[in-house]
């Protein structure tokens, strides 16, 4: 997807993954789905392929509480991205996997 300016988000979301086994899209451009694997990790799912997989995911999830500073988040470890789709994982202090209620993704190319 090349239709947008060079350097601009290519696609972009806001989900509530804290709402059970399927993630809440707020809001979003380019972003099909996203599917929650397992606890704290999701999978983003663009409508228009990439026209390679060398674009760049910033992410970033926090909870609705002030519990805990949730904010470790990077791409999955040992998942590559495609050109349609990317894993995404957000951890606690605790360094376990935990489902966040504000998540916010961009996708850059």
Do not use: H
Request: proline content about 3%.
């Amino acid at each position: 997807m090349d239709n947008a300016i060079y350097g601009s988000a290519k696609a972009w979301v806001n989900f509530n993954g804290n709402s059970g086994a399927s993630p809440v899209i707020r809001q979003s451009y380019n972003v099909s789905s996203v599917t929650r694997n397992s606890a704290g990790n999701y999978t983003v799912t663009m409508t228009n392929a990439m026209v390679d997989a060398n674009y760049s995911v910033s992410y970033l999830c926090r909870l609705e509480s002030n519990s805990g500073a949730y904010q470790c988040p990077n791409l999955a470890y040992g998942n590559v991205p495609t050109t349609t789709a990317f894993n995404i994982v957000c951890f606690s202090n605790s360094g376990g996997f935990t489902d966040s209620t504000y998540n916010f993704v961009s996708v850059i190319r």
